[in-house]
């Protein structure tokens, strides 16, 4: 019997298992299956780590080692996102025929590995050239894990996930920021070696060593993952049958030509290329609590609080989110907050603890308004294959925003920055303006997503009654070809 043959037979089985059961929504075996999927938490983590430490390496001396203007620290930092765009699409093309468990625990020894290379840069062409490729080689990793979590959770059930999700990058901050300040202040001339580079071989090393691991924690898709029973596994396809696109799977080549033929498309990419220009100001925290009156490692280890906090309004904004079953107005209030934030702070200089707690709400209202966003995104496109190419597309000129975000912050408009504050208090407020743009073009998603549910419901069994193809055999169809 063939591979495919054996596939159909098992997925079949587990159709057969799913009717005889029936389906109860939010029933104790759905919560405890929701429980049971891993969160890709960890992993973030360091990704985000990986990715930004870099700004903590700046004020710990690789400026003054690596003879960096503020231009050239900018180019490092935007080139990142060249390498990132390259190779997004192609990479959630091929995530969607692979298996989630290998794919992306190998994209993470390998920008682990690039990390550690960093002990090996001694000029700024090594610096953007190693920036390219760890932008390049990081492009599968989120975009992934966001059609990963699409593949396994209702539209109503992302929001708080993924806030959950993201406070990983966070956390990342906070414990980057106390990390970077405890290397660099204890290992800088050990064996030789710089402590800023000690900060990115001790980080890299610990990202490989967390990549070998989730090799045997991540799930796979719902059908294929092995640590689920049977049951679990026919539980976790029926209770997405009813959020699932009754359309055919499509090609590679026809996927792309649906996503970008999708007004929806461009009209989100502008959005989140608003929201994630205004985040680029998380390179800029060290910088910025210098100018604060912050000296030597403290100026990282002030940074920890910020992410903290930011870390709690993200939880809850999500968690209202997802109780409501509202987004783009809980995206848009994040983004008033920040924007009025940002105001405050560029408006003040007589006291730093002011602007201090007004740079906390600005990062807390776009990192609360990220992982909202990004739920939103996902619930505009039903068809997985179609899914997993737009938010590729999203997230890949999205972040490509972030070229130009780095160079609003240049060292001679210090101490007050007002042009890195005025241009985030605008980029954030048009990411709000786009989503609820796209809001009054599309209408409620939840109403008319659970109103899809209940007639998908009613004719699926009506189906299955008759003898007649069920939309379940749609989902075997999809899901098949993985």
């Given at each position: 019997?063939?591979?495919?043959?054996?596939?159909?037979?098992?997925?079949?089985?587990?159709?057969?298992?799913?009717?005889?059961?029936?389906?109860?929504?939010?029933?104790?075996?759905?919560?405890?299956?929701?429980?049971?999927?891993?969160?890709?938490?960890?992993?973030?983590?360091?990704?985000?780590?990986?990715?930004?430490?870099?700004?903590?390496?700046?004020?710990?001396?690789?400026?003054?080692?690596?003879?960096?203007?503020?231009?050239?620290?900018?180019?490092?930092?935007?080139?990142?996102?060249?390498?990132?765009?390259?190779?997004?699409?192609?990479?959630?093309?091929?995530?969607?025929?692979?298996?989630?468990?290998?794919?992306?625990?190998?994209?993470?020894?390998?920008?682990?590995?690039?990390?550690?290379?960093?002990?090996?840069?001694?000029?700024?062409?090594?610096?953007?050239?190693?920036?390219?490729?760890?932008?390049?080689?990081?492009?599968?990793?989120?975009?992934?894990?966001?059609?990963?979590?699409?593949?396994?959770?209702?539209?109503?059930?992302?929001?708080?996930?993924?806030?959950?999700?993201?406070?990983?990058?966070?956390?990342?901050?906070?414990?980057?920021?106390?990390?970077?300040?405890?290397?660099?202040?204890?290992?800088?001339?050990?064996?030789?070696?710089?402590?800023?580079?000690?900060?990115?071989?001790?980080?890299?090393?610990?990202?490989?060593?967390?990549?070998?691991?989730?090799?045997?924690?991540?799930?796979?898709?719902?059908?294929?993952?092995?640590?689920?029973?049977?049951?679990?596994?026919?539980?976790?396809?029926?209770?997405?049958?009813?959020?699932?696109?009754?359309?055919?799977?499509?090609?590679?080549?026809?996927?792309?030509?649906?996503?970008?033929?999708?007004?929806?498309?461009?009209?989100?990419?502008?959005?989140?290329?608003?929201?994630?220009?205004?985040?680029?100001?998380?390179?800029?925290?060290?910088?910025?609590?210098?100018?604060?009156?912050?000296?030597?490692?403290?100026?990282?280890?002030?940074?920890?609080?910020?992410?903290?906090?930011?870390?709690?309004?993200?939880?809850?904004?999500?968690?209202?989110?997802?109780?409501?079953?509202?987004?783009?107005?809980?995206?848009?209030?994040c983004a008033i907050v920040s924007g009025i934030s940002f105001i405050i702070v560029s408006q003040?200089?007589?006291?730093?603890?002011?602007?201090?707690?007004?740079?906390?709400?600005?990062?807390?209202?776009?990192?609360?308004?990220?992982?909202?966003?990004?739920?939103?995104?996902?619930?505009?496109?039903?068809?997985?294959?179609?899914?997993?190419?737009?938010?590729?597309?999203?997230?890949?000129?999205?972040?490509?925003?972030?070229?130009?975000?780095?160079?609003?912050?240049?060292?001679?408009?210090?101490?007050?920055?007002?042009?890195?504050?005025?241009?985030?208090?605008g980029f954030i407020l048009f990411g709000g303006a786009m989503v609820l743009l796209n809001r009054?073009?599309?209408?409620?998603?939840?109403?008319?997503?659970?109103?899809?549910?209940?007639?998908?419901?009613?004719?699926?069994?009506?189906?299955?009654?008759?003898?007649?193809?069920?939309?379940?055999?749609?989902?075997?169809?999809?899901?098949?070809?993985?």
């Amino acid at each position: 019997m063939s591979p495919t043959e054996v596939q159909k037979q098992e997925i079949g089985h587990l159709e057969d298992v799913a009717f005889s059961h029936g389906y109860t929504p939010d029933s104790p075996e759905e919560r405890k299956l929701v429980r049971k999927v891993p969160m890709l938490w960890v992993m973030y983590i360091f990704n985000y780590i990986d990715r930004t430490n870099i700004g903590n390496a700046k004020v710990a001396g690789m400026s003054a080692d690596l003879s960096l203007s503020a231009t050239d620290y900018a180019t490092a930092l935007s080139i990142f996102f060249v390498g990132y765009l390259l190779n997004e699409i192609p990479s959630n093309m091929v995530l969607t025929r692979s298996r989630p468990s290998l794919f992306l625990p190998a994209l993470m020894f390998a920008w682990g590995a690039l990390t550690i290379a960093v002990k090996g840069v001694n000029s700024k062409g090594g610096l953007i050239a190693l920036r390219f490729c760890l932008g390049f080689i990081e492009a599968g990793f989120f975009p992934g894990v966001m059609f990963l979590l699409s593949c396994w959770y209702k539209p109503f059930e992302l929001a708080k996930r993924l806030a959950v999700f993201y406070t990983a990058s966070l956390m990342s901050g906070a414990f980057g920021g106390i990390l970077a300040g405890a290397i660099t202040g204890n290992m800088d001339g050990v064996g030789g070696t710089r402590g800023w580079k000690w900060l990115f071989i001790i980080e890299g090393l610990a990202t490989v060593c967390i990549s070998v691991a989730a090799v045997f924690i991540l799930p796979d898709f719902p059908h294929s993952t092995k640590f689920l029973t049977p049951d679990e596994r026919a539980l976790a396809i029926m209770r997405l049958v009813t959020s699932t696109s009754n359309d055919k799977q499509l090609t590679h080549w026809e996927a792309f030509k649906a996503a970008v033929s999708d007004y929806h498309t461009w009209l989100l990419t502008l959005a989140y290329m608003g929201i994630t220009s205004a985040g680029t100001i998380s390179y800029f925290f060290p910088t910025l609590m210098g100018s604060l009156g912050y000296k030597g490692v403290n100026v990282n280890y002030m940074t920890a609080p910020i992410y903290c906090s930011c870390l709690v309004i993200c939880i809850l904004v999500g968690f209202s989110s997802d109780h409501f079953k509202e987004k783009p107005f809980h995206i848009a209030g994040c983004a008033i907050v920040s924007g009025i934030s940002f105001i405050i702070v560029s408006q003040t200089s007589s006291s730093h603890t002011v602007q201090y707690v007004f740079i906390t709400f600005g990062g807390a209202g776009i990192w609360s308004a990220t992982p909202l966003f990004l739920s939103y995104a996902l619930s505009n496109f039903k068809q997985r294959e179609k899914r997993a190419v737009a938010i590729a597309i999203i997230n890949g000129l999205g972040n490509l925003a972030s070229v130009y975000g780095s160079y609003i912050w240049p060292s001679k408009s210090a101490p007050q920055y007002r042009l890195g504050f005025g241009c985030t208090t605008g980029f954030i407020l048009f990411g709000g303006a786009m989503v609820l743009l796209n809001r009054f073009l599309v209408g409620d998603l939840s109403k008319q997503s659970q109103a899809d549910d209940d007639a998908d419901e009613e004719a699926r069994h009506q189906h299955h009654a008759a003898g007649g193809k069920s939309k379940l055999d749609d989902v075997e169809d999809e899901q098949r070809s993985v």
